[in-house]
DNA sequence: TCAAAAGTGTTCTTGATACACCCATGC
DNA sequence: GCATGGGTGTATCAAGAACACTTTTGA
């Protein structure tokens, strides 16, 4: 690979945006970094992009390394390329952002990456870098994907109530929505199914559905446009 | 600036999709490449970032230094960052789209770029590395954008005619739209104002409009949202 | 006087919204 | 038996879709 470093090259990394619902709570998760700049700061899970793997990969690697999730759903967000972002040098960062299903992975990313913890975004604490920036850019983009396409169900567990879903939709939306209406809406689109367990609970149970993406990508081939 | 190189890094470039209308149809600029690899093919126009100025800079710069064109509207598209984009090394590519009102640059960009031409995206030659991939990914995204956001705008002259706009839609979402309907739509936005002057032509002259961009952010933060 | 594009309202249909009560269970 | 969340239908309203003819100009 014959190449002559006519400029030098920005650094190039990649940092994650892990939203996780927590009791009904949008978490995202951070990590406290250990090195200087920013020690003891949190920060997003990241890290520089090696020349042997695509971005996306990257992303993923990092993601297992840092807070042991892997086999997430991950979608590249936007990248980052301001001069002064990293008081070191010069790095531009492809930003991405995750969605977990908290509860299976709630304890095991708490044991493998000692660092790591979920942040309500209520109460998110100073970020490292432009750190802070890049989470509001993920959280928007979150908002805008939750109306427009099935998502939601990537923070859900595979099974779940009608009634987990909306207020999942509340939590991140952040309006009211009403049941019936809600209901009806999601319900008409078809591609919840029913599955014969129930929740339960101090009250009466609960139907459960899963998310038959099947159903679903036939739908879109025929023209339906996912809207909540 | 001390840094260890523990890894080789990928190089970074940007890419512009840069679209215009000209007659009624849309065009995508490219690029004949003079060099290896891909010489003599057709190419989006872009180049190597710089380590002292901003992703989004580095697009401007190489949009102004290929093709001439200068404060058109510029949007980032998407990161390109798969293994052998580049048969000769590791190159992580920023993906931008810029919209360009053809009538204004026509002349001028084709004498400042001699190797540059506007192609009709029914006409678009093999294109070079992945730019084929990189082209549909900003067409998606632009017939996206159009629908919820004022952008077709950046398309057009200053003052257009209310059919120029219909056709601007028809012809890039692909779909013949009722003219009623639409002249109601658009107009009930209230961000449309006419001008004195009136398009001529062999026909009945039509009344020119232009956007107003103050009104339009004016509604905008009392929660108005654009769709088309 | 003809061709070519501009301009203009009403009806119908569809989807969105608003709204209140009974049900099943665990404690 | 009571507290808690689960589950259901209808009436109203607003927005979108369908649709055809007259007007103005240049050639």
């Known amino acids: 690979m014959a190449f002559t470093y006519e400029y030098a090259r920005p650094a190039l990394t990649v940092d994650c945006v892990v939203f996780g619902l927590d009791e009904g709570e949008l978490k995202v998760l951070l990590i406290q970094r250990g090195l200087k700049p920013f020690r ?3 920060a997003l899970p990241g890290g520089f992009v090696r020349v042997s793997e695509t971005v996306d990969d990257a992303a993923r690697r ?11 759903f991950l979608e590249q967000l936007y ?10 040098e010069r790095v531009v960062s492809v930003a991405y952002y ?7 992975f709630k304890t095991k990313a708490a044991s493998d990456a000692k660092a790591a913890r979920w942040f309500a975004l209520s109460n998110v ?3 490292a870098f432009d750190h802070g920036e890049i989470l509001e850019s993920a959280i928007a983009r979150l908002r805008g994907k939750l109306r427009y396409g099935p998502i939601g169900f990537e923070l859900l567990p595979d099974k779940f109530t009608l009634s987990q879903l909306q207020h999942l939709y509340e939590a991140v939306l952040g309006v009211a929505l009403d049941k019936r209406n809600f209901r ?3 319900l008409a689109f078809d591609f919840l199914v029913p599955v014969a367990e129930q929740a339960k609970g101090a009250h009466r149970p609960a139907q459960l559905y899963r998310f038959d993406s099947v159903k679903y990508q036939r739908l879109r081939k025929q023209g339906f446009n996912f809207e909540l």
Chains 1, 2 share one sequence.
């Open 40 to 42: 003891g700061r949190w």
């Open 98 to 104: 995750a969605l977990v299903r908290l509860a299976d």
């Open 62 to 72: 990092e993601l297992a390394e840092e807070s042991g999730l892997k086999n997430v």
């Open 79 to 88: 990248t980052f390329g301001a001069l002064y972002r990293d008081p070191r």
């Open 125 to 127: 604490p100073p970020l």
């Open 184 to 186: 009806k809406k999601v």
